[in-house]
């Protein structure tokens, strides 16, 4: 079992950046991927990026160049950080770990990006 905490998140103005965090606790060990999704209001959640257990990463194309996923040492933050953000990138954004032993995806509750034009 993983419980996944944002935090991060908020207002900035368009051309800004915020930095994201997902703390991970519980059986981390096990965590193959983590990754970060959004979902904007009418809109289905979207993959934004993804960081593997070996450290290789992967963006949306509608995120490249502007934000970087990574880690901390202990292997139970992930972070996000968001530059040059653009009010298409307003929505809650949601940590997501997936633990392929036991076939589990787990979620956290979500923090609010809001971009002003």
């Known amino acids: 079992q993983v419980q996944l905490v944002e935090s991060g998140g908020g207002l900035v103005q368009a051309g800004g950046s915020l930095r994201l965090s997902c703390a991970a606790s519980?059986?981390?060990?096990?965590?193959?991927?983590m990754a970060w999704y959004r979902q904007a209001p009418g809109k289905q959640r979207e993959f934004v990026a993804v960081?593997?257990?070996?450290?290789?990463?992967n963006y949306a194309d509608s995120v490249k160049g502007r934000f970087t996923i990574s880690r901390n040492s202990a292997m139970n933050t992930v972070y996000l950080q968001m530059n040059s953000l653009k009010p298409e990138d307003t929505a809650a954004y949601y940590c997501?770990?997936?633990?392929?032993?036991?076939?589990?995806?787990?979620w956290g509750q979500g923090t609010q990006v809001t971009v002003s034009s």
């Open positions: 997501n770990a997936i633990i392929r032993a036991v076939g589990g995806s787990y």
């Open positions: 960081i593997l257990s070996g450290g290789n990463t």
């Open positions: 519980g059986t981390i060990f096990s965590i193959d991927t």
